[in-house]
Nanobody
Framework: QVQLVESGGGLVQAGGSLRLSCAASGGTFSSLACGWFRQVPGKERTIVAAISWTAAVTYYPDSVKARFTISKDNAKNTLYLQMNNLKPDDTARYYC?????????????????????WGQGTQVTVSS
């Protein structure tokens, strides 16, 4: 069983930056494929970024491409999301997610249904 705890959310002005962290415990972090999702009330949870277990493959939707960067530090069992040039539309609750690939397929998975483990989320609010 993998536990995930997000941190780093907050209030920031448009154009600013935040770095989210997701600390993992209880599993083999190096074999986890991970992702960041976000959700606003009344809407579906959507992918923000995904990374393969090797960290060699990443995925970003067009809405955040060139602004957000996902990374994972196996030594610290931590997943990160660097968010630059934030926009009011980025306001949402951000969740990290993971599943254990068993060191198999080296993909960046972008569907929420692919993931087994979820954190509780951290709120990001971008003011205009």
């Amino acid at each position: 069983q993998v536990q995930l705890v997000e941190s780093g959310g907050g209030l920031v002005q448009a154009g600013g930056s935040l770095r989210l962290s997701c600390a993992a415990s209880g599993g083999t972090f190096s074999s986890l494929a991970c992702g960041w999702f976000r959700q606003v009330p009344g809407k579906e949870r959507t992918i923000v970024a995904a990374i393969s277990w090797t960290a060699a493959v990443t995925y970003y939707p067009d809405s955040v491409k060139a602004r957000f960067t996902i990374s994972k530090d196996n030594a610290k069992n931590t997943l990160y999301l660097q968010m630059n040039n934030l926009k009011p539309d980025d306001t949402a609750r951000y969740y990290c997610a993971a599943f254990d690939t068993g060191h198999s397929a080296n993909y960046a998975y972008f569907r929420s249904s692919d993931y087994d483990y979820w954190g509780q989320g951290t709120q990001v609010t971008v003011s205009s």
